[in-house]
C-alpha cells in the first residue's frame, strides 16, 4: 500500500444543505508531505474535518480510503485509532488543565516514555508536563505541546490545519524543522494547511482549493505558482516571499 489516504469526488455538505466541497479527489503517499492551500473561505477546514469525519459534514457522495479501508462511514473515534488525527486551527480548548492531563485526554494508555519521546521529538522536556496549558505558554510551546499530543497516538496521517498560522515568521523555520523531524522519525505523513511557501523544502505535492474545488494538484512548487498568480496573493508574492524562481 503506497497511499495512506485515497479521496475520490468527495462531495462534502453542511447541516443548512449548503454544499461546500464539490468532486474532491486526491491521494497522499505514506510518509509525505503534501500542502493545502487555497484563499479563506475555500474549504481547507472543512475538507479537515470531513476527512476526520466530524458528524456535522455531511459526505453526500464519494468515499474516503484509509490505509486501502473504506473510512467514509467510519465514526471519528474509530478513525483516530486506525492513525488519522487532526491539529485543529483554533488553539486548545482545553485552557487551564496540566499540560500532562491534555496529552493524556487524548490517549489514556499512553506511557510516561511514550510521553516523553514525543516531547523531545518536538523539542520539549518533561518539565513542561506539570506546567497549565494557558497564556504563561508561549505559543510556540503550545504548537508543540498539541503536535506531542497528537505523536502519541501513533499517526499514520496527521492533518494540520494552519499549525502556523500565529507563529512569529522567525519561528516557521524552526517549526518545519520540527514537522521534518517528525515525519523522518514516526514515519507519518502529513497535511499541512498553510499558506506559507517556506514549507515548500519538506512538501512533496500540494493541492490547490478555491470555492471548494480543486483548481490544480502536483508538484508543489507548480501549485503554489498557480496560487500566487491569483490575485489575491500576487502582490505578497512579489514581495519576494516566493522563491526567487516562480
Ligand atoms: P477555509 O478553512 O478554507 O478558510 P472553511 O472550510 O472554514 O474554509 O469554510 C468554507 C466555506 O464553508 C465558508 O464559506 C464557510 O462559511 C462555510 N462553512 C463551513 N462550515 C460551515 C457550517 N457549519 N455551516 C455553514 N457554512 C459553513
Ligand atoms: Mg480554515
Redo the contacts with the bound molecule.
Keep these: 500500500m503506497i497511499n495512506v489516504l485515497e479521496v475520490k469526488n468527495l462531495t462534502v455538505q453542511?447541516?443548512?444543505g449548503?454544499k461546500?466541497l464539490q468532486n474532491i479527489s486526491f491521494k497522499i503517499e505514506n510518509n509525505s508531505v503534501y500542502v493545502l492551500i487555497?484563499?479563506?473561505?475555500?474549504?481547507?477546514?472543512?475538507?479537515a474535518y470531513a476527512l476526520m469525519g466530524l458528524p456535522?459534514y455531511k459526505v453526500v457522495s464519494g468515499k474516503i480510503f484509509f490505509q486501502g479501508k473504506d473510512i467514509t462511514k467510519l465514526a471519528v473515534d474509530k478513525r483516530a485509532k486506525m492513525g488519522l488525527c487532526l491539529g485543529w486551527?483554533e488553539p486548545v480548548y482545553l485552557e487551564g488543565i496540566k499540560v500532562l492531563d491534555f496529552i493524556k485526554a487524548g490517549a489514556e494508555k499512553v506511557s510516561l516514555k511514550k510521553i516523553e519521546e514525543s516531547l523531545s521529538l518536538v523539542g520539549l522536556d518533561s518539565s513542561i508536563l506539570g506546567r497549565v496549558l494557558d497564556r504563561s505558554l508561549s505559543g510556540g510551546e503550545r504548537k508543540r505541546i498539541e503536535l506531542a499530543s497528537l505523536i502519541v497516538l501513533n499517526p499514520k496521517l496527521m492533518i494540520l490545519d494552519e499549525p502556523d498560522a500565529g507563529l512569529d515568521i522567525i519561528i516557521y523555520r524552526e517549526f518545519y524543522n520540527i514537522l521534518e523531524n517528525i515525519k523522518k522519525q514516526t514515519k507519518t505523513a502529513i497535511l499541512l494547511?498553510t499558506h506559507r511557501e517556506e514549507i515548500g523544502f519538506m512538501a512533496s505535492q500540494a493541492i490547490f482549493?478555491n470555492q471548494?474545488r480543486i483548481v490544480c494538484q502536483g508538484n508543489f512548487n507548480e501549485v503554489m505558482k498557480k496560487y500566487c498568480e491569483t490575485s489575491q496573493r500576487k502582490k505578497i508574492c512579489q514581495k519576494a516571499t516566493c522563491p526567487k524562481n516562480f
Design positions: 453542511v447541516e443548512t449548503k461546500i487555497g484563499p479563506n473561505g475555500s474549504g481547507k477546514s472543512t475538507l456535522r486551527q494547511i482549493l471548494g
